[in-house]
């Protein structure tokens, strides 16, 4: 997949580079270190702002939000901000053996769609070892405790 042409990997300070770019990506994924040290301020309400201001009309973005068990008030944060900035913004999960109590949260912005609203003729057949259409719609359902977190 990073063979094709669409994609354009950039290695370099990410907020940085979201200040200088403008209507340029259709998806933007954040994939970061916890937030501290250099990483804090990919974590704050002026990178989404960033964010959106770099991604096209129909833009997406995604970003890893850090661990509902340990780390609430940051997952508080990140959904308060990123709501205030795109018209959609959901939450969902997923579970990753190798991070912290191995459950993940993930916070998604959008300008246009909503990734509830997923047609089916939108999943493509393709060969996965975790992902399906039908984990696509469960990820979203959140435990008690996290759909409190984002109220």
């Known amino acids: 997949m990073l063979e094709d042409p669409r994609v354009d990997v950039q290695v370099g300070d990410g907020f940085m580079h979201i200040a200088k770019s403008e209507n340029e990506y259709d998806v933007i994924m954040v994939d970061s270190t916890e937030p501290v040290g250099p990483a804090v301020n990919l974590f704050t309400k002026g990178f989404y702002a960033g964010i959106s201001k770099a991604l096209k009309e129909d833009g997406i973005f995604v970003a890893q939000s850090d661990n509902p068990w340990f780390k609430a008030d940051l997952i508080r944060d990140v959904q308060r901000d990123v709501k205030e900035i795109f018209p959609i ?20 912005g959008s300008k246009k769609y909503n990734p509830l609203e997923v047609t089916e003729d939108r999943f493509h057949e393709i060969e996965t070892k975790y992902y399906t259409k ?10 008690k405790f996290v759909q409190d977190l984002v109220k």
């Open 89 to 108: 913004t959901s939450l969902y999960l997923a579970n990753i053996p190798t991070y912290p109590s191995g459950l993940w949260a993930f916070t998604i």
């Open 134 to 143: 039908e984990l696509h719609k469960a990820a979203f359902v959140l435990p």
